[in-house]
């Protein structure tokens, strides 16, 4: 081997270990790329390692706002009548033709829903006699007659009852200045006359009526009563016994009221009246 050959051989062992160094399993670039001793040599790395970025969370939206609830049949109504309103307004302000017939449109509309309403209405009654009040009290002329006819009778038996167990006070200003005093007088009058019930009559002003010449003058009595602000004339009933007293009702009233008063008051339970 000549001088060459044993430099050359020299110089491989020499620079063994460093390649073998540098094909190690463990190297995390394969050959060399990362080591400093072979910087310079790796030409074909890539200098510019790209770092996958890791993708943003996506922003998280809102939640949907929950689904309004549907109008109310009073809430539809009501914008319906305010649209109607809005259309006679418009067509009074500015009364072209297009807004008057607009108008007249949704007025037209109106009423046939109202048409519509009542029929269904009609026919309900008519299949539910129950809630039909002709049942009870009757609609036509000759059942109105007949209806007539046994309220009179009702009343004229509540009264004659009432007057023989209590006594029918009429309390009166005798003076010109009640008006209707007098009058009234006349009208208790008459259902004496017709029924032969007897009336304590009262006079506050010591004044005494021609129809009552017996009256008594209130000595303090009507405000013991609880009466004392009940403008005159007025009706009461009066338990001498129990000490009841009920309020028929102050004013000018006709025979047919009186008696109906006193039937409503004595005969008829309390909430039962329209049943």
Request: aromatic share 8%; proline share 8%.
């Amino acid at each position: 081997m000549n001088r060459f050959g044993s430099t050359l051989v020299a110089t491989l062992a020499l620079a063994a270990p460093a390649f073998a160094d540098l094909t190690e399993p463990n190297s995390s670039r394969g050959f060399a790329c990362d080591d400093q001793r072979t910087k310079g040599w790796n030409f074909y790395c890539d200098p510019n390692t790209v770092v996958e970025e890791e993708p943003e969370a996506a922003a998280e939206l809102p939640p949907a706002p929950p689904p309004a609830p549907p109008k109310t049949y009073t809430e539809q109504i009501e914008e319906y009548r305010a649209q109607l309103d809005e259309l006679k307004h418009r067509a009074i302000l500015e009364p072209t033709s297009d807004n008057v017939v607009a108008y007249m449109e949704a007025q037209a509309a109106m009423v046939r829903q109202a048409g519509l309403f009542t029929e269904v209405w009609q026919r309900s009654l008519f299949a539910n006699p129950y809630l039909d009040a002709n049942v009870d009290r009757p609609l036509s002329q000759i059942g109105s007659n007949l209806y007539q006819d046994r309220l009179d009778v009702d009343r004229e038996s509540a009264f004659e009852t009432a007057t023989t167990e209590r006594a029918l006070m009429f309390v009166y200003d005798g003076s010109p200045s009640c008006l209707v005093c007098a009058t009234q007088g006349e009208v208790l009058q008459a259902l004496v006359q017709q029924y032969g019930v007897s009336v304590l009559a009262v006079t506050r002003d010591g004044i005494v009526l021609p129809t009552f010449p017996e009256s008594k003058t209130d000595q303090g009595e009507v405000r013991n009563l609880g009466f004392a602000d009940v403008p005159s004339p007025f009706l009461a009933l009066v338990e001498p016994r129990s000490g009841q007293v009920d309020l028929i009702g102050a004013g000018l009233m006709t025979q047919d009221i009186v008696l109906d008063r006193i039937r409503i008051i004595t005969s008829i339970p309390e909430g039962e009246l329209y049943d």
